[in-house]
């Protein structure tokens, strides 16, 4: 898919990964759509830097839970653009063990249905409301993304950073992700991106890695071959791939982790054998 002039849909656009992805689209000269909820202070300063280009870009608040204001959000699309070519599914929201402890506290609540509503609900949300304006497109790509919470849980040295709920929402993906392959086929390419530890999202530049001990930190890297975190430009180099370079994949899962899932273990040494 060439990019230059293709209307993209990036979700959490505000920060991180999502603004990685934003930038690097726009300099392949796509025209965004950049939806934003809370973090008014990024937001604003997400605003600023996108209406500051001549590029045809729009920013708009909308809550993404909210089956109205996704509608509203693709009627101003549909109106604005006639069309969307690309969906980067970017919205999440986990609470860390870490930082929120258990469920049964007073103060989480609601912290599993948040989770649920935001990581996994939502991006049902948009791609069904979306996928009118899609199915216009001769050529569209959708990337979820997704963590690797999906397949560790709250397990060994990232139990920590993912809770249960958040686990499960992502777990819930791949279904997504499948279905939506088989649905969009052969006009719209549906892929995940898995992210393991990354800068700004479960790694370095958010909280709960900030609550860490050294001890604790160390304990990631060392369960993670490349004994390091990633960031959020190599997501975002990794959305480009799927979305211009991977024309022949759809429903497929790549996982952007620097190994976790494989953890540190090296393979043992080969036996001599007894025969």
């Known amino acids: 898919m060439e990019i230059a002039g293709k209307r993209a849909l990036v979700l959490g656009a505000t920060r991180g990964?999502?603004?990685?992805?934003?930038?690097?689209?726009?300099?392949?000269?796509?025209?965004?759509?950049?939806?934003?909820f809370d973090w008014p202070?990024?937001?604003?300063?997400?605003?600023?830097?996108f209406a500051s280009t001549d590029a045809d870009h729009l920013t708009l608040q909308a809550d993404l839970r909210q089956p109205?204001?996704?509608?509203?959000?693709?009627?101003?699309?549909?109106?604005?653009?006639?069309?969307?070519?690309?969906?980067v599914n970017n919205i999440e929201r986990g609470g860390m063990p870490i930082l929120h402890g258990?469920?049964?506290?007073?103060?989480?609540?609601?912290?599993?249905?948040?989770?649920?509503?935001?990581?996994?609900?939502?991006?049902?949300?948009?791609?069904?409301?979306?996928?009118?304006?899609?199915?216009?497109?001769?050529?569209a790509g959708v990337v979820n993304i997704s963590s690797i919470a999906a397949v560790t849980g709250r397990s060994g040295p990232a139990g920590l950073l993912f809770n249960d709920g958040y686990a499960a929402a992502n777990r819930g993906i791949a279904s997504l992700t499948e279905t939506w392959?088989?649905?969009?086929?052969?006009?719209?390419?549906?892929?995940?991106?898995?992210?393991?530890?990354?800068?700004?999202?479960?790694?370095?530049?958010?909280?709960?890695w900030n609550t860490l001990t050294s001890a604790q930190q160390q304990a990631l890297l060392a369960h993670t071959p490349l004994g390091r975190t990633g960031s959020p430009e190599e997501v975002a180099k990794a959305v480009l791939f799927l979305l211009r370079d991977a024309d022949f994949m759809t429903g497929a899962t790549i996982r952007l982790d620097g190994g976790f899932v494989l953890g540190g273990e090296q393979p043992t040494p080969m036996p001599e054998g007894i025969l």
């Open 181 to 208: 392959a088989r649905l969009g086929a052969p006009t719209i390419r549906v892929n995940e991106l898995m992210l393991g530890l990354i800068d700004q999202r479960h790694g370095p530049g958010t909280r709960g």
């Open 102 to 139: 258990a469920y049964h506290r007073t103060v989480n609540r609601d912290q599993w249905q948040l989770e649920m509503a935001t990581t996994l609900h939502a991006k049902w949300l948009v791609f069904d409301q979306a996928l009118p304006l899609l199915r216009q497109s001769p050529e």
């Open 17 to 36: 990964i999502g603004l990685a992805v934003a930038r690097l689209l726009a300099g392949h000269g796509a025209r965004l759509i950049l939806p934003w």
């Open 41 to 49: 202070e990024s937001a604003a300063a997400m605003v600023e830097e």
């Open 68 to 87: 109205g204001e996704v509608a509203a959000m693709m009627g101003a699309i549909d109106r604005r653009f006639a069309g969307l070519d690309i969906l």
